[in-house]
């Protein structure tokens, strides 16, 4: 008698259980697709925006060492520059650049210019002060 009470008690536990499993799985599902599309709604009434805390941004700019530009020039361009209104392309040829005309102790602002896909078509660099 003893074990059919036990049994009983079980079985009933574990629909309760199930039950509550159920309903808790249906309930926050239904809240799951709402957050989601407010998230997704979210992102393309503002587009997405990223910032790094290695890469401080301040609006459209963010500042650089020469040193920088150069080993950037030397490791191979992804898109053209312009170091102080000289525009080097990414096709140039790197060992027939002059990198004289930057100076690597001083500190360039850069202004990315991005087409309208996204991809980033031009760099700016203009000098901004001295050893940094």
């Known amino acids: 008698m003893d074990e059919n009470i036990a049994k009983a008690v079980s079985f009933f536990s574990i629909t309760i259980i199930l039950m509550y499993a159920f309903s808790l799985f249906f309930?926050?599902?239904?809240?799951g697709n709402e957050l989601i599309s407010k998230v997704n709604r979210k992102i393309?009434?503002?587009?997405?925006?990223?910032?790094?805390e290695n890469n401080p941004?301040?609006?459209?700019?963010?500042?650089v060492p020469g040193a920088f530009i150069i080993g950037s020039i030397k490791?191979?361009?992804?898109?053209?520059?312009?170091?102080?209104?000289v525009v080097i392309r990414k096709t140039d040829e790197i060992?027939?650049?002059?990198?004289s005309l930057i100076d690597i102790s001083?500190?360039?602002?850069?202004?990315?210019?991005?087409?309208?896909?996204?991809k980033v078509t031009?760099?700016?660099?203009?000098?901004?002060?001295?050893?940094?």
């Not at 490791?75 to 209104?85: M, P, T, Y």
């Not at 850069?110 to 896909?117: G, K, V």
Request: glycine letters at 12%; zero cysteines; hydrophobic letters at 35%.
């Open 44 to 52: 393309t009434d503002r587009g997405s925006v990223y910032i790094t």
């Open 106 to 118: 001083a500190v360039y602002k850069a202004e990315y210019i991005f087409d309208s896909s996204g």
């Open 27 to 31: 309930v926050l599902f239904g809240k």
């Open 57 to 63: 941004v301040s609006g459209n700019e963010t500042v």
């Open 95 to 99: 060992s027939m650049l002059d990198l």
């Open 75 to 85: 490791n191979g361009l992804e898109s053209d520059i312009s170091v102080n209104s």
């Open 122 to 132: 031009l760099i700016k660099y203009r000098i901004t002060g001295g050893d940094s």
